[in-house]
């Protein structure tokens, strides 16, 4: 029966231990479930893309092109009366004697026969159909000089893309900084809840020492409630940090994507020393700025405006570009006018040469050196606020460390100050005031302790992160 009970309890201690999460777990799973964070991935993957689209500009683009018409009305090239002369040479006769009748406006011979099939072969021949035109083609287009705006496009999208991943990687902090931040929120409510315990169990024990005491009639009523008083404030408190408990719990599985109904085990939430130690913090602010994924990106962005720039004064300058094409028409004039399919081919280039726009171009650029100077601007303005934002968590990284030692100064102090107010009263020379007194300052002490611990691991961090050195 021993061993059965010492196997169950060996498989219980190592399944909690197997269910234990790390912050590196938890991690982990936020910066895989975030769904912000799969949006940034999308960005990268989008920015890819346009990249790419900028690419092809410097290659030759191929397009086909057709087109049908139907027209109401066929082509003619001269008007009747235009081919109906006034006479006719007539080769039997060698002479000019075919006329054109006033009434009927038909020419007849000398004889009176009409000769309009001769007249009107004229016109047919000049006639042309054209109700149903066919016209298709393929167009090469092979850019040359383009004012260096296609140079321009790709390093802007080259740009987007590197702060895409900047800024996912940016994202990726703060969803670090919000998981740490809830983790030790855990660890600090846990240790909460223990040191709540001991305190219910110490006013509990006073309680029920002053019970006995009032018994045997060497105290009162009055100081009984007021210890009952404690107990019931206790109990309140533990409720409270326990609640308070699930709930961070609760957000901590949110933040990792995992269910809420779940709660999940921390590996640190156990231990009754962090062991904090004061980090190296001395701060090289020229390998801060190359390491901030923000001030990065937002140098990047300022490369962006100066190839806006350029692209605003590419419209001012030539542009050249070789095109070539392979085109069909239904009717076609290449062999006499035939309704059938002709094939022919073209090559040649275009020049835009920008000659006069009353000034909308060159204020275009204008405008856009503007922009590009006002982002230069605000680049050394973040600059000076990174530098004041990490000596900032510098100095309050330092002093939560030095508000830790002195916490944990006062917590020996008030262990010592509860043992002798427990003696004191169990030997009579100290009320029962006192040792509420004691306790209070006992609990005090410990919770400052507890959060001055998790301060500090906070406070260094969100230095790691000013400083670009949070890794995960």
């Not at 740490?180 to 029920?208: I, M, P």
């Not at 006995?212 to 009055?222: A, C, H, P």
């Not at 156990?270 to 090289?284: F, N």
């Not at 405008?367 to 510098?394: F, G, P, W």
């Amino acid at each position: 029966m021993k061993r059965i009970f010492s196997l169950l309890l060996i498989c219980t201690l190592t399944l909690s231990m197997s269910s234990q999460v790390t912050l590196d777990s938890c991690r982990h799973m936020a910066l895989r479930n975030n769904k912000q964070m799969t949006v940034e991935q999308l960005k990268i993957e989008q920015a890819g893309y346009q990249r790419n689209q900028a690419q092809a500009a410097y290659k030759p683009s191929i397009d086909f092109v057709g087109t049908y018409l139907h027209m109401g009305r066929e082509v003619s090239l001269v008007d009747i009366n235009d081919i109906t002369p006034t006479q006719f040479f007539n080769p039997a006769t060698g002479n000019y004697d075919f006329v054109i009748d006033a009434a009927t406006g038909i020419g007849i011979s000398v004889d009176g026969s009409h000769v309009s099939a001769v007249t009107q072969k004229v016109k047919d021949a000049l006639t042309f159909d054209t109700h149903n035109i066919f016209a298709a083609g393929i167009l090469v287009t092979q850019p040359i000089y383009m004012g260096g705006k296609i140079k321009a496009l790709n390093q802007i999208t080259k740009y987007a893309e590197q702060i895409a991943q900047l800024l996912h990687d940016r994202k990726a902090e703060e969803v670090i900084c919000d998981v740490d931040q809830a983790y030790w929120l855990v660890v600090s409510l846990k240790s909460k809840e223990r040191l709540a315990e001991s305190y219910l169990e110490l006013v509990t024990n006073l309680d029920n020492d002053v019970k006995k005491m009032l018994e045997q009639g060497v105290t009162t009523q009055s100081t009984l409630l007021s210890v009952d008083v404690k107990v019931n404030e206790a109990n309140i408190a533990l409720t409270k940090v326990r609640n308070g408990l699930v709930l961070a719990r609760m957000a901590l599985a949110q933040l990792c994507g995992e269910p809420l109904d779940e709660p999940m085990v921390l590996a640190d939430e156990d231990r009754s020393d962090l062991e904090v130690a004061l980090h190296p913090t001395v701060v090289d602010m020229s390998q801060v700025y190359d390491r901030r994924n923000d001030y990065n990106a937002l140098e990047l962005g300022v490369r962006i405006f100066d190839e806006k720039a350029k692209v605003a004064r590419s419209e001012m300058l030539p542009t050249i570009a070789a095109v070539g094409s392979v085109f069909t028409s239904n009717p076609h004039v290449y062999n006499g006018f035939k309704n059938e399919f002709g094939f022919n081919y073209a090559i040649g280039a275009v020049v835009r040469i920008p000659l006069w726009h009353w000034g909308g171009l060159s204020n275009k650029y204008k405008a856009a050196l503007v922009d590009s100077k006002i982002k230069h601007l605000e680049m050394e303005q973040t600059r000076e606020l990174i530098e004041l934002q990490v000596t900032q968590a510098n100095f309050k990284y330092q002093e939560a460390y030095k508000t830790y030692e002195m916490t944990k100064a006062n917590l020996t102090k008030a262990d010592e100050n509860l043992r002798v107010a427990q003696l004191g009263f169990r030997e009579g020379m100290a009320t029962s005031d006192d040792v509420l007194a004691a306790q209070t300052a006992w609990l005090m002490a410990h919770s400052e302790k507890i959060d001055a611990e998790i301060e500090v691991m906070m406070c260094h961090v969100y230095l790691s992160k000013v400083t670009g050195n949070l890794n995960y």
